[in-house]
């Protein structure tokens, strides 16, 4: 039996779309990007645009460039740093002995 749905199957726009309906691709440029681990990415620029320096490497996240032998080197990635390193970098020694003294002494209720 027929269900009376004469668009069964299909959906708005569905159906072979070329370059007639679409109209012409614009020019591009394919450009290789070797990064330090040694992956090779190769995106499309439109012809007429600025290719950057550098380009990040799906693979491994680091910096890629155009020049195979001469990769850009990877970022350098910093500890995960405690409060107590953060206050060790503002005050010496000295100054934290004090502060201790001195909270030690209202503590101790003889400021």
């Not at 992956?39 to 799906?58: I, K, N, Y």
């Amino acid at each position: 039996m027929a269900s009376g749905n004469a668009i069964r199957g299909s959906r708005v726009g569905a159906g072979p779309m070329g370059e007639a309906e679409r109209g012409e691709s614009a020019p591009r440029l394919r450009i290789s990007f070797w990064c330090s681990n040694g992956h090779e990415t190769v995106p499309s620029f439109a012809s007429d645009a600025q290719v950057p320096e550098t380009w990040d490497c799906p693979r491994c996240g680091f910096p890629a460039g155009q020049d195979r032998d001469n990769p850009p080197a990877p970022p350098r990635t910093e500890p995960y740093k405690t409060h107590l390193a953060y206050v060790r970098e503002r005050r010496s020694d000295a100054d934290g002995e004090a502060i201790l003294a001195e909270a030690l002494a209202k503590l101790r209720g003889e400021i």
